[in-house]
């Protein structure tokens, strides 16, 4: 296996765009990678796209538009961690030297308001099929069990749109209040509509290289040290569930990813200088926050009351905003948490700098469980 | 032989509403009431549901179907308060319902919709029955049924619904 580099990156900012196109947004994304990176399309030898809304070939209609070279080019969807698949699918191809440079992009274009169900499944016609439900469900339960408060979940909403106005690429990019949170419409109990994160537009894009490369193309590279991909074990509560194991207790696929990235990677959650997770709701941030070590189970409110998750706080989390602010276009938001961590990494993070950021970790979770993690050090 | 046929014609063109499972194979009336239908393995003894041929832990064709509980307690509850989009059908205009999930005694939580939509009433722990519910009327008449969960306590609000 050979050492993999983040030679460039970039984004279409997050938010609604009206009438434009879809391509057009995963196009401006590529481009101000390549441009980041500094090398050519021509030298790019293959290409990994994520995306569930924008129909079949995407990639390649985004990529016509770059220019035609004929390198493979696989377009791949799987949820939230499409993103995260395209990720790996591309570091997996230069580690195994099958390519020196890769690219791995996705973009957006999703319907308004909740995702919809699968009209095939009967769950759905039920009223089963509803992603707030299912975090309200595992929310109420961490509540219940760990004496997390509604407190808690207004102050990681408040952290993160707070973080998020700090953010250009941001949906929101504004502040929000503690009672206007708090008293934002109730979607699922406990979450309220300001506790959710939008479905909306945007890409991002990623290009990967060797070490050789990455030494000759950029004064700062940043290693990305661990591209993990891994579906649930038996045992574990996922969206959706229609019913799950009361006996068997395993690990879940988040706590499994990340702990076999920290092994790829030679590092534990101690040495990390900041993570951007899957917050698609303020009660998911602090399960994720347990789950990928950054504390004892139960304990992410704790950290959250000693401020150890702001942007000057020991482990910063979300310091982009996070998805609450952002908004989660599918297929790009793995890869946008790739681009943050690498400007952090570089030091090119502006107002939302962390200090002396070394060492990241992003982290997607989507239906079925899919679950993407990466660790990226320079 | 008049009057046959014109009681024929009749019973073709009304026909008596149907009651149909949202699913085949979810649920089944027996003497005691409802009851879904699950699957345990014959290997490691874990029970699924929906029932399934696969055992999900063994990876081995090994499952059996068996009727569940009808009783179980409340692991963790919501309120859907907003209209799921598409395929949800339900009651117009729509009405918030509660979601939870209820642990069986054979080990498993099953997610259902609850009869109860006031979170205040709900509390983690309390005891839950299994009722079969009307759900909605399809295209063709046919009067569409699933399973919800209820509180105990509540008791049966329709007999001749719940058994």
């Given amino acids: ?378 | 032989m008049n009057s046959n046929h014109h009681l024929y014609f009749i019973t073709m063109s009304q026909p008596a509403k149907k009651q149909v499972p949202i699913k085949e194979g979810l649920f089944e009336v027996l003497e005691d009431g409802p009851h879904l239908v699950g699957s345990r393995c014959r290997e490691c003894g874990e029970v699924t549901f929906p029932a399934n041929a696969f055992c999900p832990q063994c990876c081995t064709e090994t499952m059996v179907n068996v009727p569940l509980g009808r009783r179980g307690t409340l692991y963790s509850f919501t309120v859907q308060r907003f209209k799921p989009p598409p395929p949800y059908k339900g009651s117009e205009p729509f009405a918030p319902y509660g979601v939870g999930m209820i642990e069986l005694p054979e080990g498993l939580r099953v997610t259902a919709v609850l009869e109860e939509d006031d979170p205040t009433r709900l509390q983690v722990g309390m005891e839950m029955e299994l009722v079969i519910a009307s759900l909605f009327e399809d295209a063709e008449g046919n009067e569409l049924l699933g399973y919800r969960f209820r509180s105990v306590k509540d008791g049966p609000q329709d007999e001749s619904v719940s058994r």
């Fill in chain 1, 1 to 378: 296996m050979r050492e993999v580099y983040i030679i460039g990156v970039g984004l279409h900012p997050f938010g609604r765009f009206g009438e434009k196109d879809v391509i057009e947004i995963g196009r401006e994304a590529v481009v101000a990678a390549l441009a980041d990176a500094g090398v050519e399309w021509k030298k790019v030898e293959a290409a990994y796209c994520g995306t569930v809304f924008a129909g079949p070939m995407a990639g390649n209609k985004v990529l016509a538009r770059v220019g035609l070279t004929g390198i493979p080019i696989m377009n791949l969807e799987n949820a939230c961690a499409s993103g995260g698949s395209a990720l790996r699918a591309a570091y997996q191809a230069v580690a195994g030297g099958f390519c020196d440079t890769a690219l791995a992009f996705g973009f957006e274009k999703m319907p308004r308001g909740f995702i919809a169900g699968n009209p095939n499944d009967w769950f759905a016609t039920m009223g089963l099929a509803v992603n707030p439900q299912y975090f309200a469900l595992k929310a109420r339960w961490h509540m219940a069990n760990f004496g997390t408060t509604e407190d808690h979940l207004v102050k990681v909403s408040v952290k993160n749109h707070r973080n998020g106005a700090l953010n250009p690429f941001a949906m929101y990019r504004k502040e929000m209040s503690y009672d206007e949170i708090a008293n934002s419409q109730m979607v699922n109990d406990p979450l309220r509509l300001l506790m959710l994160c939008a479905p909306n537009e945007g890409g991002a894009a990623v290009v990967l290289s060797t070490k050789e490369i990455a030494n000759r193309v950029t004064t700062k590279p940043v290693k990305l040290a661990a591209v993990v991909l891994d579906s649930p074990l038996y045992g574990t509560v996922e969206v959706p569930h229609i019913s799950v194991s009361a006996r068997v207790e395993a690990p879940t696929v988040t706590t499994t990813a990340s702990r076999e990235a920290y092994e790829a990677a030679g590092i534990g959650p101690e040495d990390l200088d900041l993570v951007e997770l899957q917050d698609t709701d303020s009660a998911s941030e602090l399960i994720y926050t347990e789950e990928i070590g950054l504390c004892e189970r139960g304990e992410a409110a704790r950290l959250l009351d000693r401020g150890a998750t702001e942007i000057t706080g020991r482990i910063p989390v979300n310091v982009s905003g996070g998805l609450l602010s952002k908004g989660e276009p599918l297929g790009a938001s793995a890869l946008a948490q790739v681009v943050e961590v690498t400007w952090q990494l570089r030091g090119e993070s502006g107002a939302r700098q962390v200090k002396d950021a070394r060492a990241g970790l992003t982290h997607v979770y989507g239906a079925y469980g899919n679950c993407a993690v990466s660790i990226l050090l320079r």
